[in-house]
Structure formats: structure tokens, C-alpha cells
């Protein structure tokens, strides 16, 4: 009579890539946090071209009230 090797119908290398949640709940996480990694650089990118105008206009009137009225 054949051995018991639990639920899992698979074995060996016939297997499908995730053997149990474990390993499944890791790659997930790692696929989740490498596009976390893109999607933060791509708004900081976005989040930097878009504060530039704000920040030279501060600098434009600072230079204009440092000079004081003619």
C-alpha cells in the first residue's frame, strides 16, 4: 500500500512554485515592495519637477524685497 505524503498532490519538481502560503505570502511581499520602490521614485520625481517653480518664484521675490525700493 502507497505511503502517505500529506494533501499536497504535488511532488518533486512537478510541482507548482508556491508549496505552501509561506512562500507564496514572501514573494508577494517581495513583488509588492519593489513596485513600492518604483512608485516612490517615480512621485518624488514628479513631486520635485512640480516644487521647482514654486521655490525659484520664492527666491525671485526675496532677491526683489532684499533690494529694497528705489
Do not use: H
Not at 512537478?14 to 520602490?37: I, K
Amino acid at each position: 500500500m502507497g505511503e502517505w505524503r500529506g494533501y499536497w498532490p504535488y511532488d518533486g519538481q512537478n510541482g507548482p512554485r508556491f508549496r505552501n502560503l509561506q512562500s507564496l505570502s514572501r514573494e508577494y511581499l517581495t513583488e509588492c515592495s519593489r513596485e513600492r520602490a518604483k512608485e516612490m521614485t517615480v512621485f518624488a520625481l514628479v513631486a520635485l519637477t512640480s516644487a521647482w517653480p514654486v521655490i525659484y518664484m520664492v527666491i525671485t521675490v526675496v532677491k526683489l524685497l532684499s533690494k529694497g525700493r528705489p
